[in-house]
């Protein structure tokens, strides 16, 4: 039996955060991480290093978010490899977020999100990035399409790296600056989706000195992703001075810091969970 | 036998346009266009549309620019298709030009430049589109590693669609829009990258009102992608105004107004001349 319309991204989220816990896995296997598991450089050894990842965490997880880049890397095969951690992952109940970026207008983000988004896409996940050189406007279809399918469709505001800075608080016509204008509008295109929906989501990036509370406040209730927390500077400590009363709303992501720990399955286990321990201490407001 | 460092894209498309035309045919293999062709939204039905278009230029175009959504919805084996249609365009002598509008940071940049760029890479093109938001900083060593293989990085800095302006015109702390610093960002990095290389390009969108003039000076003797001729505002007798003086930097584009004449073979040749010929006109400042 399926229900319309299904439920939400932001509703599973809220659920499964309750009972595993809000952080989200990066599932990163550049040529660096590899190399540092003694797996080969290939295909196979993509699909091993997933393989152990997806052990370590078992049904552990809330949400896991692979970096389709380093898929890519391998080609069509990769993108197979792709798809197959994606079933395993939603075999545990565990949310996929794919990290792609995607970013462009008309027909084109159509054609995104029909890869991502709904039963029958190539890789029905539950979430993905996108960012908006292009224009807030140019997303607006593509969080639509998203809510259709209780999907959510996280738009970077404030990106984790120096550079993003000087672009992302450039001022527009408006007074505004180009993150607080995002903001805006991925607020405005939430309301639009009915209460409690929250198609949009934020990609807020957890560095230090903290964003502007003002942007996170624009916000609104929408998720944020806040990757960069244990390697680009900021820790678990920092996450109340940077989201205190919007802890519900936080989803703490981390790679790196969890994947130097491997390739052995028992030692991923011990750092997932030495993860997820702080990330409800958060969310619960401990 | 190769040379190193092997010639760069703009030698080489510089070369076509003399000898073909600057034109560059975008291949957009969209859900409607499908249907307009009488094919079905399969990779049965994506491999027939290129094969069409492959047949209808021959060796007769510099570029072509294949988005990379449109064979992304159709899974790994898109991608498949893909990998074969950009093997047909080279065998005739063509420029592959992947407009992926990718736009990350760090070593996820680098992994994507692996997929993209050199021989042994999943799809080797000769250039491929980009986006900003997370900061041009964060595109310079994907500069660098189109410049080492020879191939070019393609920048949006103005888009064709109007919800990009309010972005792309915000004023940052330097004083300049957003497009005018992503400009002289990009020029700085053909600067750096020494005499006539120039691997990295710009996307500028080519639509009525004019861009501003001082965007294009900007970018120096930079390459200048122009979408959107024909079908999104601009047409070939725009040129003038748009780029004057600058006509041989000029990468006029279009896929619609040629699609549109599809599906046979005899009426998509007639389709690229009528396209080609006011483009090497106006490259000839006729």
Chains 1, 2 share one sequence.
């Not at 040529?31 to 965490?57: E, H, I, M, Y």
């Not at 970026?101 to 709904?118: N, P, V």
Request: net charge neutral; hydrophobic share 45%.
């Amino acid at each position: 039996m399926t229900t319309f319309p299904p439920p939400s991204f932001a509703q599973r989220f809220q659920k499964l955060a309750d009972e595993r816990s809000p952080f989200c896995l990066g599932l990163d296997p550049s040529r660096d991480v590899l190399a540092r598991w003694n797996l080969p450089d290939t295909v196979q050894g993509l699909s091993d290093f997933c393989d152990r990842l997806a052990d370590a965490a078992g049904e552990s997880l809330a949400v896991v978010k692979p970096q389709s880049a380093f898929f890519e890397r391998h080609g069509p095969e990769g993108l197979v490899v792709l798809q197959r951690v994606l079933k395993r992952f939603r075999a545990a109940g565990t949310l996929a977020l794919l990290d792609v970026k995607r970013g462009d207008i008309g027909s084109t983000m159509d054609a995104y999100a029909e890869s991502l988004f709904g039963k029958g896409s190539a890789y029905d996940v539950d979430a993905a990035t996108f960012t908006a050189y292009l224009g807030l406007g140019a997303l607006a279809k593509t969080v639509e399409l998203a809510r259709y399918h209780g999907a959510c469709a996280f738009i970077v505001v404030r990106s984790s790296n120096p550079e993003g800075a000087p672009l992302q608080n450039a001022v527009g016509g408006d007074g505004l600056t180009v993150a607080q204008a995002v903001a805006d509008g991925l607020r405005k295109l939430n309301d639009k989706a009915g209460r409690g929906v929250f198609p949009a989501g934020a990609v807020m990036g957890a560095t230090l000195p903290p964003v502007d509370r003002d942007v996170v406040e624009r916000l609104g209730g929408a998720l944020m992703l806040t990757p960069g927390i244990g390697s680009q500077g900021a820790g678990f400590s920092d996450l109340p001075k940077l989201f205190a009363g919007r802890e519900r709303q936080v989803i703490p992501t981390a790679a790196r810091s969890v994947l130097e720990a491997g390739p052995e399955v028992a030692a991923l286990k011990k750092a997932l969970e030495a993860h997820q321990a702080p990330s409800r201490a958060f969310r619960e407001g401990a």
